[in-house]
Every structure is written in structure tokens, then in C-alpha cells.
């Protein structure tokens, strides 16, 4: 995240407190005063004149921290909500909003971020012509003109849901079922579009574990192409940005210790 013009950099691990630090310098810009403080996810929002990190730590509510904060740190707020495995922020209308979703069973959620209320809540179970699937990873994107919650499932799903009424749709056309295993999701735009992508992961994968990384067009409801083999040794985390006015996908591998680019051709 940029602030003032400087790459500010925010983090933490299992056993690890928040930190925010200088990219260009390496000092510690602000960090949690917390004796115990596993920090479980971290997002980011951009508002007008504001930048904020969003963190999630294990079996707390999520921190609100500013990102030109500076020396020790208090939370700038906190919300009553869990984001263990995944969360995605927006904007919904003029008011900026986070999803999350709770490891332990708890709904899908969508929390307004200046009222820190709950908006709405989804469940995480989808339910599927093979059955049950647990919904693992979140998004948020602009399909049709309207604020979507985007969901992957364990079993290879991909879902919209609307925010107005708290409902999945139908699991979009091309997914193919592979044995459950943990996903990662991120929403963006392709040509004007939006567009989802998803990798699978395992935190403790096996030598032979493969992450499939998948591409899904999010206004026509399905996959895009086929999916691809992305690491070796299962991945770590997938992100859509531009590249040379391109939108393009990229990952980053766990044992192959590799960040791979992918040309997001609709």
C-alpha cells in the first residue's frame, strides 16, 4: 500500500503480531501491543483520503489500523467479526464493507465498516448436485451493475451471492469436482469484465500436491477454459493486478519457492 508516497507493508504470521513497516527503509512503522497475537489474515481498503489495514487475529475480532500510523499502535477500531480462513473489502454503495468468513462453522458475512454493523449473512454450506460443500474463500465484485459476494468452494464451486437477500445462486457451468482441499480466490476485471480466479492449496501438502489454478468469468457464470497446473508443492496465495495494461493472475508456490505470472485471456 502506498502512503505519502512510500510503500507502507503490513503483516503477521502464527505466533507473530501486526506490523506495518517501511518498504524503502525497513523501520517498524506501528505494531500490536499484544502479549498473544496470531494473526490469521490481513486485507486492505483504499478510501478517499484514508488507507486502512484490516486484520484478523486468531479468535479475536478483526482490527481496523490506519496505515500512516506511526510508533506503538492501538487499534483505530475494532469489529465483531472472525475471518479466519478468508476476507475480501469494498465498496457497497458509498459505504465501505468487509467480508468475511469463519473457519469454525460461522456464516458468511458482510459488515459495514463505518457503522460496524453486520449487513447481511450467508451460510457457509452450498448446496450441490453432488451434495454438500463447504464455501472456503470470499470476494467481492460488481456483476451486472450490482455488489456480489463471490464464494469458492472445497470441491471446486464458484458461487455469487446477493447481498440484498443472503442467498447463493447456482454454482457456476464448468467447475470440475476434485477431492476437497482448501482454495484461494481473488475478483478483478478483464476487458471491462468481472472476472474471478481460484487456486487450490493445502498448508501442509503432500510431495505429489498439485495447486489447479482456474479462471471464471463472472457475468456469463462459468469457467473460463480449462484448469491449469500452477505449483508443484501447492501454492500460497493468488492475486490479480495489471501487468503492461494486461490483467493477468499471479501465484506464489510453497515448495517450489516460485511467484508465476498468467495471461488471463478472455
Not at 229 to 255: K, M, N, P, S
Request: aromatic share 6%; proline share 4%.
Amino acid at each position: 500500500m502506498v502512503v505519502d508516497g512510500r510503500i507502507v507493508v503490513g503483516g503477521g504470521a502464527d505466533g507473530l503480531r501486526f506490523a506495518l513497516w517501511d518498504l524503502e527503509t525497513g523501520a517498524v512503522r506501528v505494531f500490536a501491543e499484544y502479549d498473544d497475537f496470531d494473526v490469521d489474515a490481513v486485507g486492505t481498503l483504499e478510501l478517499p483520503g484514508r488507507s486502512l489495514f484490516l486484520v484478523s487475529p486468531d479468535a479475536e475480532a478483526v482490527a481496523l489500523w490506519d496505515a500512516d500510523g506511526s510508533g506503538t499502535g492501538e487499534r483505530t477500531a475494532e469489529l465483531n467479526a472472525r475471518c479466519d480462513r478468508t476476507a475480501a473489502t469494498g465498496v457497497l454503495g458509498q459505504r465501505p464493507v468487509l467480508v468475511s468468513a469463519d473457519e469454525d462453522g460461522g456464516p458468511i458475512q458482510v459488515w459495514d465498516l463505518n457503522d460496524r454493523a453486520r449487513l447481511v449473512g450467508f451460510d457457509w454450506a452450498l448446496e450441490t448436485e453432488e451434495g454438500e460443500e463447504t464455501l472456503l474463500a470470499v470476494g467481492l465484485a460488481n456483476v451486472g451493475g450490482r455488489s456480489r459476494v463471490v464464494a469458492a468452494g472445497g470441491c471446486g464451486s464458484v458461487v455469487l451471492g446477493d447481498i440484498e437477500s443472503g442467498e447463493w445462486g447456482e454454482p457456476f457451468a464448468g467447475s470440475e469436482p476434485y477431492d476437497e482441499t482448501d482454495v484461494l480466490v481473488d475478483t478483478g476485471t478483464a476487458n471491462g469484465a468481472p472476472i474471478a480466479v481460484t487456486c487450490t492449496y493445502d498448508p501442509y501438502p503432500d510431495a505429489d500436491f498439485t495447486s489447479v489454478l482456474r479462471a471464471w468469468d463472472l457475468e456469463a457464470g462459468h469457467a473460463v477454459g480449462g484448469p491449469v497446473a500452477a505449483h508443484e508443492g501447492g501454492a500460497l496465495g493468488v492475486q490479480l493486478t495489471e501487468l503492461d495494461g494486461r490483467t493477468v493472475a499471479v501465484t506464489v508456490g510453497c515448495e517450489d519457492a516460485s511467484v508465476r505470472v498468467w495471461a488471463l485471456d478472455r
